[in-house]
């Protein structure tokens, strides 16, 4: 399990953008896959939730999450729900004690947000699309219905696919410079003649300064590259796998 310093310094959440390791799954899950969406067997995925939930102190029935879709979409939590009653969204918030906010990732960057004034958290799933799309604008104004206040978030972006690894093609560019030229910075030139590298979490920086946020701390891991610590959505195509294991990021009010 990964923290990052911004959130450790707020003594009334827990949080971790938990590794791959540490779970019961085997093959191509091995091992703490948390996706219901995978191949993976369903209690050997429950196994790996439940573990991932003691690791934050808190019992399983308290993991949250959704069914993702790459949207801006944000649920408002009131109460935990099971896997099986989840809508589709990418994000949550909640002033709720012990739940969990849960996102889950295999190369998308997973955001976890706390106003410890406020006492609101929130989760977002951050993939270029969802990101393109408003979900983290979408995430801070859900908080902000909540009492929070966009200046007091601190949010932390977990290990996601790094601009080294990311390579796009030049319509996937152009998207982005259609909607404002100064995304170019986010771009640098691929390896091949048209091809680009893409910095998915200076992207998302972008959006919450632009939202409001002030303090922001991005993990300095690559899920593409690291193979033994993340689950990959990428490698696995480039491997010719056929199906990949998701990574847990959640975040929870302590009490």
């Not at 450790?8 to 799954?25: A, D, K, L, M, Q």
């Not at 948390?34 to 429950?46: E, H, L, T």
């Not at 030229?181 to 893409?198: M, S």
């Not at 998302?204 to 690291?226: C, F, M, N, S, Y």
Request: charged residues 25%.
């Amino acid at each position: 399990m990964i923290t990052l310093g911004a959130l450790n310094e707020i003594g009334s959440i827990r949080h971790g953008f938990f590794t791959r390791r540490g779970g019961v799954s085997r093959g191509l899950f091995d091992s703490l896959n948390c996706g219901f969406g995978s191949g993976d067997a369903p209690a050997a995925v429950a196994e790996n939730r439940s573990r991932a939930m003691r690791g934050l102190d808190l019992a399983p029935e308290s993991l949250v999450t959704v069914y993702q879709v790459h949207s801006p979409t944000v649920v408002t939590v009131t109460a935990p729900f099971g896997p099986k009653e989840a809508p589709q969204a990418d994000a949550l918030v909640t002033k709720v004690p012990r739940v969990a906010l849960g996102i889950l990732t295999a190369d998308c960057a997973p955001v976890l947000f706390c106003d410890p004034k406020a006492e609101v958290i929130g989760a977002a799933h951050a993939g270029w699309k969802g990101a393109f799309g408003g979900v983290i604008e979408s995430t801070v104004d859900a908080m902000a219905a909540l009492g929070a206040k966009p200046e007091r978030i601190v949010a932390a972006i977990g290990p996601h696919i790094a601009f080294r690894s990311y390579e796009v093609g030049p319509e996937f560019r152009q998207r982005f410079l259609e909607r404002d030229p100064a995304h170019e910075i986010h771009f640098a030139p691929g390896r091949r003649e048209d091809r680009f590298l893409f910095d998915l979490g200076g992207f998302i920086e972008d959006r919450l300064a632009a939202a409001g946020v002030e303090l922001v701390q991005r993990a300095p891991h690559d899920t593409l590259a690291e193979s033994d610590r993340f689950f990959s959505y990428r490698r696995a195509t480039l491997n010719g796998e056929p199906d990949y294991g998701r990574g847990l990021s959640a975040i929870a009010l302590a009490e």
